[in-house]
T-cell receptor, first 115, second 115 residues
Framework: DGGITQSPKYLFRKEGQNVTLSCEQN?????MYWYRQDPGQGLRLIYY???????QKGDIAEGYSVSREKKESFPLTVTSAQKNPTAFYLC??????????????FGPGTRLTVL | AQTVTQSQPEMSVQEAETVTLSCTYD???????LFWYKQPPSRQMILVIR??????QNATENRFSVNFQKAAKSFSLKISDSQLGDAAMYFC????????????FGTGTRLKVLA
């Protein structure tokens, strides 16, 4: 089946630990994104990548890191520098090629809780 | 910088009735894309409808339609014959065509459907 998978669904972290959230896609999309969702604040962009081995910071990149070594994968690491990491994290992909309408499709999300 | 505003944090509609969700945006671009996404309690983001700014005709998808007013920078979503399954958070999103594949989301409107 084509789609976007995120794992794990729920993740618990102790303060001071780094954790990595997985995002994999088999849609052959070039562009991938990470969003953070907090109650009442909508979606905020953390990082995005338009092609392999290239990525850009979004609006709230501090305390996060990413890599894009393969087209299919865009893992997000939440580092100990992130002050308030408890949130719902969404991964998205889009075709990333003009002139088609570039619609984003989303994975099921990961709920991260800091204990 | 572009912004997206959803001024209605919460709306209610009676089953089988019609409801309109508001979205305004600010941009200096002439060509862009607009989207409405639905996020049900499962938290899976689902594309509802999309509109290309250069098209004057309003997009329609079954019971969902938009009222796109480019001069007013308004993009409202109309849901006809509301069903219980329409209850969700609805997010308006904007993306321009400048080559960076960034999306900007509003803060969302929670829609309640009353039986």
């Amino acid at each position: 089946d084509g789609g976007i998978t995120q794992s794990p669904k729920y993740l618990f972290r102790k303060e001071g630990q780094n954790v990595t959230l997985s995002c994999e896609q088999n849609l052959n999309h070039d562009a991938m994104y990470w969003y953070r969702q907090d109650p009442g604040q909508g979606l905020r962009l953390i990082y995005y990548s338009q092609i392999v081995n290239d990525f850009q910071k979004g609006d709230i990149a501090e305390g996060y890191s990413v890599s894009r070594e393969k087209k299919e994968s865009f893992p997000l690491t939440v580092t100990s520098a992130q002050k308030n990491p408890t949130a719902f994290y969404l991964c998205a992909t889009s075709l990333g090629r003009e002139p088609l309408i570039d619609t984003q499709y989303f994975g099921p999300g990961t709920r991260l809780t800091v204990l | 910088a572009q912004t997206v505003t959803q001024s209605q944090p919460e709306m209610s509609v009676q089953e089988a009735e019609t409801v309109t969700l508001s979205c305004t945006y600010d941009t200096s671009e002439s060509d862009y894309y607009l989207f409405w996404y639905k996020q049900p309690p499962s938290r899976q983001m689902i594309l509802v409808i999309r509109q290309e700014a250069y098209k004057q005709q309003n997009a329609t998808e079954n019971r969902f339609s938009v009222n796109f007013q480019k001069a007013a920078k308004s993009f409202s979503l109309k849901i006809s014959d509301s069903q219980l399954g329409d209850a969700a958070m609805y997010f308006c999103a904007y993306r321009d065509t400048t080559g960076t594949y960034k999306y900007i989301f509003g803060t969302g409107t929670r829609l309640k459907v009353l039986a």
